[in-house]
């Protein structure tokens, strides 16, 4: 499985200190149906979500975001959605390390001023984020090439397999 490097989708924005309970609200974490998942994430913040997402589009957010509680439902439903890439400003580590863990690229690009149903293309092995709607580009901060290649094998488990002495 490919990483596709050069995302270009439209954009879901949001605010701050977005939790782990308000990607997918702790009453639905108790299934391991993936699609369960995704039809319920975002839905105490945003009920229409699920029905506006398309594959391939890309969630902004502000500062902090995926607080809360170390639960890896919260990246494996965003990506079971649709979404291909999470920007924000800054991730609660545990989110950022799980959405890599799972194959959900994630980049940091300070403050922004990318409003929602904008066009967006996101450059993950350089780093950049372009508004195409506001013609502003953003330097994010650039991912290791470890995790390039984790994301590139479709999550950590799967890059272990592939390139480490790890059996399942």
């Keep these: 499985m490919a990483l596709q490097t050069i995302i270009k989708a439209t954009a879901h924005v949001y605010g701050d200190h977005i ?3 308000r990607i997918i609200p702790g009453k639905y974490t108790k299934t391991l149906d ?12 945003d009920p229409e979500f699920n029905k506006k997402v398309q594959q391939g589009d890309i969630l902004i957010a502000g500062t902090n975001f995926g607080c809360g509680s170390s639960r890896e439902q919260a990246p494996l439903a965003l990506k079971q959605s649709g979404v291909s890439v999470v ?3 800054d991730f609660a ?3 950022f390390r799980n959405a890599i863990n799972i194959g959900l ?8 001023d990318i409003a929602k149903n904008s ?10 984020v372009k508004d195409l709607t506001a ?8 991912l290791p090439d470890i995790m390039i290649n984790i994301l590139n094998e479709g999550g950590l488990v799967n890059y272990l ?8």
Excluded: C, M, W
């Design 19 to 21: 939790d782990t309970d």
């Design 34 to 45: 993936l699609s369960t998942l995704a039809s319920h994430v975002l839905e105490d913040l």
């Design 87 to 89: 920007i924000a400003q």
């Design 93 to 95: 580590r545990i989110f």
């Design 105 to 112: 690229p994630v980049l940091e690009i300070g403050q922004h």
């Design 119 to 128: 066009e967006v293309e996101v450059d993950l092995k350089q780093g950049i």
């Design 135 to 142: 013609g502003i580009t953003y330097k994010a901060t650039k």
């Design 161 to 168: 397999k592939e390139h480490g002495n790890y059996t399942l």
